[in-house]
Structures are given as structure tokens and as C-alpha cells.
Nanobody, 121 residues
Framework: QVELVESGGGLAQPGGSLRLSCAAS????????MTWHRQAPGKERELVAS????????EYADSVKGRFVISRDNAKNIVYLQMNSLMPSDTAVYYC??????????????WGQGTQVTVSS
């Protein structure tokens, strides 16, 4: 059974940092591109960052480029999102997902609980 469990969210002040984790199980993690997404209230879910299976290549949404860093530990089946210089506009529920190249994403309709990030003074 495929499982993706996000953690690490919370309340941060503007300019602060948080590190999110996504623990994966039930699939061959090291073969999957992993992604982080977020959904703010009243907005559509958006792709924040992605990382290839080896971690050799990463991509970021323009809104987080230079502030967020995605990484992965294939030995532990975890993907991370280091979020620095946080802004109120980063407030959202954050989710991870995985996709085997050429296949459909692991999460399509049901995305689980995610982890809430709130940036406020």
C-alpha cells in the first residue's frame, strides 16, 4: 500500500524557516520523481518543487526559487522541503507526491491531510 506522510509544518514568523518531511512507503521510492505541492485557502493546488530520482536535478516554482530547497534521502525514503525566508504568501497546506517517469502520479484525487504551514507575525 502506497503511503506518503507529510510532517514538519507549523507556525513560523515572516523571514523564518521550516523543514518539511515526507515519509514514503509501499513503492520503490528511489525510482520516483518526488514533488512538493501546496494549496492555500481558496486557491488551486500548485507545484512548488520537484526532484528527480537520484536528486541530480531539481526545479522550483518562481515564487519559491532561491528560498526553498528540495532534497531526498533514498536510504530513508524521505523527501524534504527546506523553506527559508518564509513569507505570509507561503501559508498553505503542503503535500508531497511521487511519479514514476512516464506514469501517472501516485496521488491524483485524494491527497491526504498534508501538513499546514502558517506564516504570520
Amino acid at each position: 500500500q502506497v503511503e506518503l506522510v507529510e510532517s514538519g509544518g507549523g507556525l513560523a514568523q515572516p523571514g523564518g524557516s521550516l523543514r518539511l518531511s515526507c515519509a514514503a512507503s509501499g513503492f520503490l521510492f528511489s525510482s520516483y520523481t518526488m514533488t512538493w505541492h501546496r494549496q492555500a485557502p481558496g486557491k488551486e493546488r500548485e507545484l512548488v518543487a520537484s526532484i528527480t530520482k537520484t536528486g541530480a536535478s531539481t526545479e522550483y516554482a518562481d515564487s519559491v526559487k532561491g528560498r526553498f530547497v528540495i532534497s531526498r534521502d533514498n536510504a530513508k525514503n524521505i523527501v524534504y522541503l527546506q523553506m527559508n525566508s518564509l513569507m505570509p504568501s507561503d501559508t498553505a497546506v503542503y503535500y508531497c507526491n511521487g511519479q514514476y517517469p512516464g506514469s501517472i502520479p501516485l496521488r491524483i484525487h485524494y491527497w491526504g491531510q498534508g501538513t499546514q504551514v502558517t506564516v504570520s507575525s
